[in-house]
């Protein structure tokens, strides 16, 4: 019977363990408030990130904040605190449930009003760690329009160039909400592929992609457009001649997995992109002898491709 119930009790343990409510706290300009919260909060069974960065200037601009902010950490509850002429406000929002929770601390000496700030904010996060609701329900936001912008570069192993195909990527893309429309330009840099003779390779792209956004910042994306491969001979053994250069086209289409990472209250993201990409009508490297044209090496079908990009968001 004792043994059942240890075994009883290890299991809600470790149940309990596996349900632990992450939690994101923005500091913001109230450090006092913040060491209050953080004593405050040292007993209870939660995950807490505290995240630095200004707050932005209206209540709905900070609910967007939120929002991102519980998307990005995989967190039930983001806490913040407005100071309020010598009083604070504290926030507290559940964004998948789309409450917010608000009270106001009036003006006081500034310790007894950041440990008042303090206990509001543990008493709303106990009450939502326990399965309650608190504050008021906030409309559902119609999803928005954002334009963002990337830079960085990539690597394809395509059995072409012996460093891999390089180039220089830029991506434009339209989110609204989870989805995202991409335009993706590349423009490779010409490197050498070295053998009998030695051949000149580079690789530029423009291809349409759409997105599907996930928490912690990972994306799915397929899409589909057009490689120019560009091929020139540099130097043949005796007996052999060049082929002309040529601009070779190609089709490709693939699926990508992104993940983006923004340290806290910067403007850009760093995002790292893994694909494959599968390119119909892939040229052939070829040299001339006395016997005629014959090939030296085939750019691969399928190519892992490998990327860094800064991402920042248009006005």
């Known amino acids: 019977m004792i043994a059942r119930a240890v075994a009883i009790v290890l299991v809600l343990c470790g149940a309990a363990a596996a349900d632990t409510m992450r939690v994101v706290v923005r500091e913001g300009d109230m450090p006092l408030a913040i060491t209050r919260l953080r004593g405050q909060l040292a007993d209870l069974d939660l995950d807490v990130t505290y995240t630095g960065g200004a707050l932005e200037p209206s209540l709905e601009a900070q609910i967007a904040q939120a929002t991102a902010l519980a998307d990005d950490n995989g967190a039930k509850a983001i806490v913040w605190f407005v100071p309020r002429g010598g009083g604070v406000d504290v926030a507290v929002a559940t964004p998948a449930d789309r409450r917010l929770f608000v009270r106001s601390i009036p003006a006081d000496d500034p310790s007894a009003v950041a440990e008042a700030a303090a206990i509001a904010a543990r008493g709303a996060l106990r009450a939502i760690a326990m399965g309650g609701t608190i504050g008021v329900e906030l409309p559902a936001p119609p999803p928005r329009l954002s334009l963002e912008a990337s830079v960085g570069w990539q690597v394809a192993l395509d059995g072409g160039a012996d460093a891999g195909a390089h180039a220089l990527a830029q991506r434009t ?7 995202a429309y991409g335009l993706e330009l590349s423009l490779g840099a010409p490197l050498d592929r070295r053998g009998d ?13 759409i997105e599907r956004r996930f928490a912690h910042g ?9 490689l120019v491969y560009h091929r020139a001979t540099v130097s043949t053994p ?7 250069s040529a601009f070779t086209p190609a089709i490709v289409v693939g699926p990508a997995l992104r993940w983006r990472w923004r340290p806290s209250g910067a403007p850009i993201a760093i995002e790292a992109i893994v694909a ?4 119909a009508g892939a040229p052939e490297l070829d040299v001339m002898d006395a016997s005629g044209v014959r090939a030296i090496g085939t750019i691969a079908i ?11 968001g248009l006005p």
């Open 173 to 179: 893309a339209i989110a609204r909400g989870p989805w």
């Open 302 to 312: 399928v190519q892992p491709r490998f990327g860094l990009n800064l991402v920042a």
């Open 238 to 244: 005796t007996g052999t001649s060049a082929t002309p």
């Open 276 to 279: 494959l990409d599968v390119v």
């Open 218 to 226: 990972f994306a799915i994306e397929a899409a589909a457009g057009a």
């Open 197 to 209: 003779a030695t051949v000149e390779l580079s690789r530029s792209s423009a291809s349409l992609a």
